[in-house]
């Protein structure tokens, strides 16, 4: 991996990996701290990602009241702004 175009980018932030594993309790759904939420909230995965990536988004969503969860078409962990920017705009703008 580290002969990858990605390495440096992936070494700048690893030092928050740490600050991940606290808020998601190690890796869990903090589904009690999520069902405080009171804002509107859209979690959105791209279908090109892993299931079990999509499966959280999916659980977060439900998780927080009156949350809604969105598939898009996608790469993995990405989904083109021409697919993401209608969906945001249909979420926060109705």
């Known amino acids: 991996m ?4 990605v390495w440096g980018g992936l070494t700048a932030v690893a030092h928050t990996l740490v600050y991940d594993s606290i808020v998601t309790a190690g890796g ?7 069902a405080t939420i009171t804002a509107p909230t859209l979690a959105v995965d791209s279908t090109g990602s892993p299931q079990w990536l999509r499966d959280a988004s ?3 969503a ?3 009241p009156g949350g809604r969860s969105v598939s898009l078409d996608g790469g993995y962990h990405d989904v083109p702004p021409t697919t993401l920017a209608p969906a945001l705009r249909e979420f926060l703008l109705g």
């Open 58 to 60: 999916r659980a977060a």
């Open 28 to 34: 869990r759904l903090p589904a009690d701290r999520l």
């Open 62 to 64: 439900e998780a927080v």
């Open 2 to 5: 580290r002969s990858q175009p």
